[in-house]
């Protein structure tokens, strides 16, 4: 199809239900349709029953095709050599298609009282395009969630919030097992060790000491007992396992994740996997800071957005 397969079936005036060509026609298309690979860094594999007439096949090969090649196209939309912010761009454009198509296609659902009975022709196809876009959103999260400014999801979580599907079979998506490709890489090429180090870029560290307490002051970033002097020594360590202090965090997981976001470009490896592997930071309410809780933390615009911004910008 010469539209985007998620776009034009759920299209007012192109869309499924005015497909109206006979069984004879789809067996022809058929035979000139190639079906790909699974993209080889597919981290998702759907499994959906087996489509048992030729208007079925036909559509749930073209949005296999499509969704595998989208799919592959992420390793040229995150190239290796790419700053955070061109990722950080590219994700938002990523995560704004995929969220039209999933509200076009709920919208769709609605309109036409779309049903889960697979047996027949729209529904089956339907059904099939919204999971293959429930997994386009998740392989996204699953890949380059760090670089999300909005809220990560679970696949029933992604379910509810566009189709309000309680009761989604988390099933139709599911990991691809990767044990085998595990096994190769142990054995080929050593763990290197992990760093111990957030390793800041610049040689003025009395300026970030500066950055620190200003935003200590700004929005209660440290519990009393914590000092801003303890949180900046850490920060600077050559190797943070010798440091003895835990630093209490006071302020909101959401400013303190925006924080992160926006102080990583002047570090090594300032980043929520650090953060956790660190072992160092503490939550408002005792627990230990774990990565996943920053990544589900994340937004755009926290408390004091404005001027953890301004106080940031010291650094350059």
Known sequence: MKNNIFSSLVSITKGLHRDNRSEREFQLL????????LATN???KIHFKRPLNSKKEYYQKSIFNETEKIIVSFIADF??????SENNYSYTILHNKFDKYLNDIASYISKREITVNLSEDVD????YLKVSVIRLYAELQEQYGQFSETPLFTIPEI???????TKFNADLIKKIETSKKVVIKK??????????????KSRDTAKLLTVLKDLHFKIDLLQNGTSVEELHKLL???DFTQIDSQIYLECETTQFSYVVSKLKPFFNSFNPTAIERSGKFIT?????????????NKVHNPKEKEEIDKIIQQLQ
């Open 284 to 296: 408002k309410t005792g627990a230990d800071l774990k990565a996943n809780n920053l990544h589900k």
């Open 30 to 37: 058929l035979s000139e349709i190639k079906l790909y690979p």
């Open 124 to 127: 089956y196809i339907i059904n």
């Open 159 to 165: 379910a509810e919030k566009y189709f309000n599907d």
């Open 187 to 200: 054995t080929s090429k050593p763990k290197s060790k992990p760093k111990t180090s957030f390793g800041f």
């Open 79 to 84: 190239p290796e050599n790419a700053t955070i």
């Open 236 to 238: 600077i360590a050559k």
């Open 42 to 44: 597919a981290v998702f």
